[in-house]
């Protein structure tokens, strides 16, 4: 049974480009979470999809946007990089109904110049 | 609101010795509790989670935790500590029933095990 995967593992971009990271969840679930994780700090939430839709969204800015697509995959958008946008990048897969336990991928560290 | 705070930024035991890495939450709603570990540059693994059963929850690798809801706390214990268990540990809170799904993080406790 495989987990959360992602891809690509490693990015580098400049600044002013745009970048999309992708997500496949573990087997069986329907809900994908996004989290930013800057050196030496926690995960941030970014925002969550089920059903295609974006159900919740924490304090980014909309240069930040995500898709789910019908076999439940998800992709992060990020428009107009910024140097503060270097961050591990964390997807994470849990089911609607069945408890707010999420498991998470390996991420997509994403550095910006 | 919800929010973590994970008293000690480092955390430093000998081998064989005790571990206890201490976490305070902040909720407006019961909360569900986790303690997530991260190995250097790796994903987030799940330890244990607290979601209203026992208020002594036991995890994966003879970790164990205590929901007191008087002390609005949740701190993580091992009886022994391993080589292996030196990482990134965090303390996770999310607001139980309500549909809000966000997890929110502590700032994280790195443990250090000596030999």
């Known amino acids: 049974d495989a987990g959360v995967t992602q891809s690509p593992t490693h990015l580098i971009k400049t600044r002013g480009q745009q970048v999309t990271l992708r997500c496949s969840p573990k087997?069986?679930?329907?809900?994908v979470s996004w989290y930013q994780q800057a050196l030496g700090q926690g995960p941030q939430f970014i925002f969550q999809?089920?059903?295609?839709?974006?159900?919740q969204r924490g304090n980014f800015p909309d240069r930040f946007s995500g898709h789910q697509f019908p076999n439940y995959s998800s992709e992060l958008n990020v428009n107009a990089l910024l140097l503060g946008d270097s961050a591990l990048y964390l997807c994470?897969?849990?089911?609607?109904?069945?408890?707010?336990?999420?498991?998470f991928g390996p991420g997509t560290r994403l550095l910006v110049l | 609101a919800q929010s973590v705070t994970q008293l000690d930024s480092h955390v430093s035991v000998s081998e064989g010795t005790p571990v206890l890495l201490r976490c305070n939450y902040s909720?407006?709603?019961?909360?569900?509790l986790f303690w997530y570990v991260q190995h250097p540059n790796k994903g987030l693994q799940l330890l244990l989670k607290?979601?209203?059963?026992?208020?002594l929850v036991k995890g994966i690798n003879g970790f164990e935790a205590e929901f007191k809801k008087s002390e609005t706390s949740f701190h993580l214990t091992k009886p022994s500590a391993h080589m292996s268990d030196a990482a990134e540990y965090f303390c996770?809170?999310?607001?139980?029933?309500?549909?809000?799904?966000?997890?929110?993080f502590g700032s994280g406790t790195r443990l250090q095990v000596q030999p």
């Open positions: 994470a897969s849990s089911l609607v109904q069945g408890g707010e336990t999420q498991y």
């Open positions: 087997s069986g679930h329907d809900t």
């Open positions: 999809y089920y059903e295609e839709e974006e159900r």
């Open positions: 909720s407006s709603y019961s909360p569900s």
């Open positions: 607290y979601t209203s059963a026992a208020t």
């Open positions: 996770v809170v999310s607001e139980r029933n309500t549909g809000r799904r966000a997890l929110t």
